[in-house]
Each structure stands twice: as C-alpha cells, then as structure tokens.
C-alpha cells in the first residue's frame, strides 16, 4: 500500500514533472508524481534538445554522454516551394527520443524516492489555507503542502479548471512517427508547407524523428492524416521524397489537436504551474523541453527554502513567477511572432525572400530562440 501524505504532489509525468521531482527528492523532500500514462511511451514532440539543458539534464543523474546521440549544430529550412535556406546553430543541440528521454528520467526519480503512480489520472485538486492540498484521482486522494501541475499542452484539467485558453478553439494538430531515413545527423531539417511546417533530426539508434504541425481545417478538407500528407505536405518536394522513401516505424501516427500557443498564468490558487501548463512555445521555435526543464529549476529554487521555513508561500509564488517571466517572456512572444509567419505559406515564401541576403538577422532570430546553460 502506498502512503497518501507527501512534500510535494506533481501532476504530470513529462520533463517537467519528472525534473521537478528528482531535484526535491535529491533534498530527501517526500515526492509523488501521477502520470496518467504508462512509461516508457510515445510523445507528440521533435526531439531535438537545445543544449542549454545538456548540463542541467546531466545533473539529475542522466549520462548523456554516454548515450552517443546525435550532436546538431546545423539548420536547415525550405519554404513550401523546396527553396532551402541552411543556417548553423551557435549552441546548438542533441536528439533523443521521448521514450528513452522520459523513461531514464522516470527511473532516476524513483532512485531518489519518488513515489510513481503511473496509469494515474488525476480528476481535481482542493486548497485548504493552513493545510495544503488535497488531490484526487479516480479512487484515492493524496495530500501535500505544495502541488506543481506539469500537466502539459493540453488536458482535461484545463476545462474543469477552465483556464482562459480553453475557450478558444485552435486550428492546430500535430503529428509525430519515428523513421529510418539517411538523415545527416548533425542537421535539423524544417520543411514549410501550406498552413504547416514539419521538423526531422535523428535520435538515437540511428532513428530519426518526424514531427510537424498542421491546420485542423486543412485535415478537416483531406477527409484523413494520409491524404493530408499526400495532398498539402507533399507539395513540398523535399516532404514528398521523404514520404516516398521513408521506411515509417510505427504502426499509427502518434497524434494530438487543439492546442494553444496563448499566454498562460504560472501560478493561480497556489497551485505552481510548470513546462507546456505554464506556457506553450511554438514548436518552430524549438525550445519547449528546455524551458520545461529550465521552468522546474525555477520552480525548485522559488519552493525548496519554502519548504525549509526561509520563507513564505507568498514569497516562493512571487519568486517563480517573476523568474519565469523574465526568462521566458521573450522567448514567447518571438515564438508566437514567427509561428504567424510560417504557419502561412505566402508569407513564408515572403519571408524567406527577405531575409535570405541577411545572415545576421537569421543568426539573431535563431539566437532569440533559444536560451543560455542553466
Ligand atoms: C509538434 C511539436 C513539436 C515539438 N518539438 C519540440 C522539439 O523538437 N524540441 C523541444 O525542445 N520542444 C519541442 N516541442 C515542445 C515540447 O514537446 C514540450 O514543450 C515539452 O514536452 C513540455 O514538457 P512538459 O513536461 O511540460 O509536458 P509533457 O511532456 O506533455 O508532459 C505532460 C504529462 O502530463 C500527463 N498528464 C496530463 N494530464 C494529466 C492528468 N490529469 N493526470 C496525470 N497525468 C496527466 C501527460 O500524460 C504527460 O505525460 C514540440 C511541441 C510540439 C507540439
């Protein structure tokens, strides 16, 4: 039987989640993690980490270098034509998969004590001023003084919550396989296609990742995820070579809808909201795992002296959100401005042709996107 009174209570099992729970569990904090998921699974996600997390990653205890991933450090983009534009990448990055990612991270978390209750919705959470919280899942509850919801993009917590974003319905879907393919595996490739871009870099085990993003009307069109691919990714030469010549590894796509890129509040009712649950970055963008996990050691270093009695609950909330404003916003709303230019394909071809003279404006548009070591 498992205990029910704990430190910390974190909902969700992704980067955030996980990195959230192994860095309290390294202080003897008493952790529980619910993902509702069972590991090791796949994730709607491009694979491709930027190296700002490399150290930090190392330090909760995941050889990376022993892993022999792929390093990247080049940027390839086509726009929906197949005109290609190549750009390197100062930091750079690595690839590996979510499956592997997750899981090392999963087992880390339970070396350092974390109780895992994976298969695990949960359905709600109450606050009592002096007590903490009480969380719920289908047939138990659990209480802790501090609950970080890691729950990503997109959940059914999002509507009982009835945050703002809910409320307007977004057009974007996403897609993901794993392939074998003669990618180069020190470059990440971004193919513009109508209302679209899709990502491909290697991961491990000389797999690659396929991931792009949609428009829901374009599907709708299409009728199914096949004739969008035949019909609008296609029409970019480069994706129809690889849709020809791929050799696809799963059996189904794994899929995901109706996500949004708006601003998010980190922390509302005392529950510490952390990764995609905090704030979305568009995938073009390619930060979203490095800001989770950069996001958790915000949320550790606001909550942990907390905890310790250094000081107060109000105190720890203020610190986060204003660490994570000032880390992040930017980052954003850069995100958001170029999500509006290649999610559309005249303006893509548009904005190609202008920067294309310009390699110190790319450099610097790249650089936006990504962070520093943390
Ligand atoms: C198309 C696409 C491509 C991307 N490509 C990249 C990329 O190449 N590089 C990059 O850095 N970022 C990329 N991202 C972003 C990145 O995937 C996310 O930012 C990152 O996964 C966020 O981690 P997280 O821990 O916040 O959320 P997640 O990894 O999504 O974890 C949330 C977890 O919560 C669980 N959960 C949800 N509700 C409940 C509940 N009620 N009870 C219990 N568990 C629950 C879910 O099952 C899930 O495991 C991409 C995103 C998209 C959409």
Known sequence: MKENKFDILIVGGGLAGL?????FAQKQHRVALFEKEHYPFHKVCGEYISNES??????????????????????????????????????????????????????????FGVTVFEG??????????????TLFTSDQHYSGTLLFSAHGKRSKLD???????????????AVKYHIRYPVNPSEIVLHNFKNGYCGMSAIEEGKACLCYLAHADDLKAEGSIEALEQHVLAKNPHLAKIFQEAEFLYEKPVVISRFSFQPKKQIIDHVVYIGDAAGLIPPLSGNG???????????YEAFEPFLRGKYSRAVAESTYAKNWKKNFSLRLRVGRSLQAVFGAEEKTILFFKLIRPFGSLRRYLVRLTHGKSF
Do not use: C
């Open 19 to 23: 990195a959230t729970a192994i860095q």
């Open 159 to 173: 509507s009982w919550l009835n945050r703002s974003f809910m409320k307007k319905k977004e057009p974007y879907l």
């Open 120 to 133: 695990t919705e949960v359905k709600k959470w109450e606050y009592t001023e002096g007590l903490g919280f």
């Open 289 to 299: 795992m490095s800001m989770a996990l950069h996001g958790a050691k915000l949320a």
């Open 54 to 111: 490399w150290e930090f990653i190392s330090a909760l205890g995941i050889p990376l270098s022993e892993l022999e991933l792929p390093k990247i450090n080049q940027l390839s983009i086509s726009d929906p034509k197949g005109n290609m534009l190549h750009e390197p990448l100062e930091l750079g990055g690595f690839g590996i998969s979510r499956y592997t990612l997750d899981k090392l991270m999963k087992q880390r978390a339970e070396t």
